[in-house]
């Protein structure tokens, strides 16, 4: 059974850092493309970036380019994303997502998602 | 970035009745990368239909999704009270990937 799950969210104060991590089990994780995708409270669905299996980068949100950076260690079968300079705009749910097959999507598995609350 | 624009916004439906929500790109979907996505509060996204029109796994027959290019329609042929939810197209053709800002489908 494929499962991922998410750590480290929580409330941070803006300007900080937090770093987010997903792991992954039930499937051969460097096999695969995996994103993050974040949802604020009551809003869409936006891709926050993705990363091929080998570890290249598929790109990021306009929107958080410059701030954040996805990174994988395929030994310990991990997504992470760090996010620095975090702006209250970056309050969401953020999830760890696995493609159907081996293509960039579409996104057939979901983590539970992890909340990051920035706020002073 | 391609941007997709989902309407109506809101669809106010009866269950038994067919639900038909559209998703227009700002420029065409290539390779067919078009999907739907399946969502209710306080849960993840569930994938619906992808390639345009190809059911996932297990999603029933009453979910169809068509359209070429710029234009995507989602079709729930009878509704049934578990699908009124809100539902997202997404492009994954094209770096950014996108989503369409959704469409809710509401018990009239």
């Known amino acids: 059974e494929v499962q991922l799950v998410e750590s480290g969210g929580g409330l941070v104060l803006p300007g900080r850092s937090l770093t987010l991590s997903c792991a992954a089990s039930?499937?051969?994780?460097?096999?695969?493309?995996m994103h993050w995708v974040r949802q604020a409270p009551g809003k869409g669905l936006e891709w926050v970036s993705g990363?091929?299996?080998?570890?290249?980068?598929?790109g990021y949100a306009d929107s958080v380019k410059g701030r954040f950076t996805v990174s994988r260690d395929n030994a310990k079968n991990s997504l992470y994303l760090q996010m620095d300079s975090l702006r209250p705009d970056d309050t969401a749910f953020y999830y760890c997502?696995?493609?159907?097959?081996?293509?960039?999507?579409?996104?057939?598995?979901w983590g539970q998602g992890a909340l990051v609350t920035v706020s002073s | 970035e391609i941007v997709l624009t989902q309407s109506p916004g809101t669809l106010s439906l009866s269950p038994g009745e067919r639900a038909t929500l559209s998703c227009r790109a700002s420029?065409?979907?290539?390779?067919?990368?078009l999907a739907w996505y399946q969502q209710k509060p306080g849960q993840a996204p569930r994938l619906l239909i992808y390639?345009?029109?190809t059911r996932a796994t297990g999603i029933p027959d009453r979910f169809s999704g068509s359209g070429s290019a710029t234009d995507f329609t989602l079709t729930i042929s009878r509704l049934e009270p578990e699908d009124f939810a809100v539902y997202y197209c997404?492009?994954?053709?094209?770096?950014?990937?996108?989503f369409g800002g959704g469409t809710k489908v509401e018990i009239k």
């Open positions: 997502v696995r493609p159907h097959s081996g293509g960039w999507g579409p996104f057939r598995f």
């Open positions: 039930g499937f051969s994780f460097d096999n695969y493309v």
């Open positions: 990363m091929r299996a080998t570890g290249g980068l598929l």
């Open positions: 420029q065409s979907v290539s390779n067919t990368y």
């Open positions: 390639d345009i029109s």
């Open positions: 997404h492009q994954y053709a094209t770096s950014p990937l996108t």
